[in-house]
């Protein structure tokens, strides 16, 4: 399948940091991390293919689809390197366009993503999944919100839980399903050893799917890597804890220049 020319935002001068989120979400998601990055940085966020402002190419998608998108993206403002900072599904993308792109690649970031998954953590995957497809996207969504947010954040912030799930619900259900299925089945495991770029691994200490165990895993296999567990926080880190998640990436990447 052809790369798809995705929807994009430029901002900030410096070395080029590309911004890649997960499933159902979109670019304005690293917001508030790109003012806190922008004076070093020239930042790069733009929406997956499917998502957003970017065409709906047709689905399935692969892995190396999504990598694809990125090389097309970085060659259309012709960066010679970057720093690539992926959430989720965007923290699998970054080391895979790493093992693909190693010349290209200066840093990778990879924030509440997972690999080394066991049997276990994968059959609970595919349940959801498979209670998405069965029962509907919009009817399975109150698994994800407990899983994204910590409880006195969505109580305290209810708006902000209803824009989130207001971008999946604005996800075509072909796409977001898509996207939740590569997630679900990349293992890494095999070949993330061969990423030999620095690297972030960044979670919560209460992310259910992309737990402390699989990060330090993760961690484990990379070749230069730096382990973070931000205790009390869940999956949506960028959303509900930007200024930690900020101090952890502008830390580690002031460090690489």
Known sequence: MAAVDVSYRIAGQGPALYLVHGIGSRKTTWDALIEGLSDHYTCVSYDLRGHGDSPVAPTPYSLDDLVDDLEALRQKLGHQQIH?????????????????????????????????RSAEDSAKLQAVGDAMEQNGIVETLGTFVARWFTDDFMAAHPEVIEARLQQVKDTPADVFLSVFWIYAKTEMAPWLHQVNCPCLVLTGELDGGCNPRLNRFIDAQLADSKLVILPGLKHSLMIEASDQVLSE???FLLEQS
């Open 84 to 116: 690539i900072a992926g959430h989720s599904l965007g923290g699998m993308i970054g080391p895979a366009y790493a093992l693909a792109y190693p010349e290209h690649t200066l840093s990778v970031s990879l924030l509440s993503t997972a690999a080394g």
């Open 249 to 251: 990436l502008r830390k």
